[in-house]
C-alpha cells in the first residue's frame, strides 16, 4: 500500500534578503513617551547634568 503513496520533497527555498516592514501606524503610547523624555533632557539640562 505504500508503494502507491507518492512522496513530495519541499523546493529549496532561496535565501531571501530581510525585507523591511512598512511602517504602519504610530501606537498610541510613542507620544507620551517622546514628551516623556524630552521633559526629561530638558530637566537635566537645566540643573546643570551632573549632580553635585
Same mark, same amino acid.
Given at each position: 500500500?505504500?508503494?502507491?503513496?507518492i #512522496?513530495?520533497?519541499?523546493p529549496? #527555498?532561496k535565501?531571501?534578503?530581510?525585507? #523591511?516592514?512598512?511602517?504602519g501606524p504610530?501606537?498610541?503610547?510613542?507620544p507620551? !513617551?517622546v514628551?516623556?523624555?524630552? !521633559?526629561?533632557?530638558?530637566?537635566f539640562?537645566?540643573?546643570?547634568?551632573?549632580p553635585g
Amino acid at each position: 500500500m505504500s508503494d502507491n503513496v507518492i #512522496k513530495f520533497r519541499r523546493p529549496e #527555498k532561496k535565501s531571501e534578503p530581510p525585507v #523591511k516592514r512598512p511602517r504602519g501606524p504610530l501606537p498610541g503610547w510613542l507620544p507620551f !513617551a517622546v514628551l516623556l523624555g524630552v !521633559a526629561i533632557v530638558i530637566f537635566f539640562v537645566q540643573s546643570g547634568g551632573s549632580p553635585g
